[in-house]
């Protein structure tokens, strides 16, 4: 493990790249976020429907119809059948988070990925203790519970309680008891379970992870031999166990990220001095040199909250 761990995390990073090139997706993330939801607020703030609805179902300028295809299946569960409107808009946001990665939902469009990324960066500046940490299978076991219980209740069940459609609706309507369903988010990711709520048990995740298990966007450490082990990557990924394929592999073992845990944020990216990750496509074949790792000389252990 390099002396350089006991930075803190970016450090090299701004000082190598600039402020702005170390967050550069960071900051390309929070405009995204603030874009889309935006547009849902532009009605019921100023009177200006472009968009009607939310992230839930939406109608742009009265001719595209989008569905999160998560609704639609709970509705198809609950015994639902939705109208034709509804089926193009969620084929329409299926197909399109299949083909560009369905975790990018999560990082790049999720109103509630500042609340937990906030969490993350007081946990890590506090140093608080990792904490209970659920099995990452856990948010299957969630996923298929929804679904279950809207079969169970012919209801969509996810949305009684569902901290995006709760942050949408306080936004809208002002504080309220809606607001303590994002700050119970924000607070079981800080004190409970780092990174607890997006890694383990969210089920919209889940689901748009398995969409896009074979989406085309995806990161590659095609310059791992760069890498001096400062784990600064480690540190901000939000699903660091997808990493380490990629990171610490043999020469024969591809550089690409291919888990669909994957949220391809970027941080990795942005906090990387040295430049070891990029985007890409998962049909790249660029080799890169690897970094062999042996049973005896195993991969360094994260030396750093994430």
């Not at 600039?18 to 550069?24: D, L």
């Not at 849902?40 to 992230?55: D, E, Q, R």
């Not at 990082?107 to 609340?115: F, H």
């Not at 569902?162 to 079981?188: C, D, E, Q, T, Y």
Request: glycine share 10%; aromatic share 12%.
């Amino acid at each position: 493990m390099s002396d350089k761990t006991h930075l803190p995390v970016g450090a090299e990073a701004i000082r190598d790249k600039g402020w702005f090139n170390a967050h550069r997706y960071l900051i390309l993330r929070r405009v995204s976020q603030t874009f889309f939801l935006s547009l849902f607020l532009l009605g019921p703030w100023f009177g200006i429907w472009w968009v009607k609805g939310n992230l839930s179902g939406s109608m742009t300028f009265d001719i595209l119809p989008l569905t999160d295809p998560f609704i639609t299946l709970q509705g198809l569960a609950a015994g639902h059948w939705p109208e034709l409107t509804a089926l193009i808009g969620a084929l329409i946001v299926g197909v399109a988070y299949a083909l560009i990665g369905g975790r990018v939902y999560c990082s790049w469009v999720c109103p509630i990925n500042p609340v937990t990324d906030a969490a993350s960066w007081l946990h890590r500046k506090l140093d608080l203790p990792k904490g209970w940490q659920p099995k990452r299978n856990t948010r299957y076991f969630m996923l298929g519970m929804v679904i279950a219980v809207s079969a169970l209740t012919g209801t969509i069940a996810w949305e009684f309680v569902n901290p995006i459609s709760m942050l949408h609706r306080g936004l809208i309507f002002g504080m309220g008891f809606a607001w303590a369903f994002v700050i119970g988010v924000f607070l079981f990711d800080l004190i409970l379970a780092r990174r607890g709520w997006c890694g383990h048990l969210c089920p919209v995740g889940a689901f748009y992870g398995l969409l896009g298990q074979k989406s085309v966007l995806r990161i590659t450490a095609d310059k791992r031999e760069a890498c001096d082990d400062c784990m600064d990557c480690f540190a901000v990924c939000p699903e660091m166990h997808v990493i380490t394929p990629a990171l610490r592999g043999t020469d024969e073992d591809t550089p690409l990220i291919l888990s669909p845990d994957c949220t391809n944020c970027g941080r990795c990216i942005d906090v990387c001095s040295v430049d070891v990750f990029h985007f890409t496509h998962r049909f790249d074949e660029t080799p890169a040199p690897g970094r062999v790792r042996t049973r005896s000389n195993p991969a360094p252990k994260v030396g750093k909250a994430a």
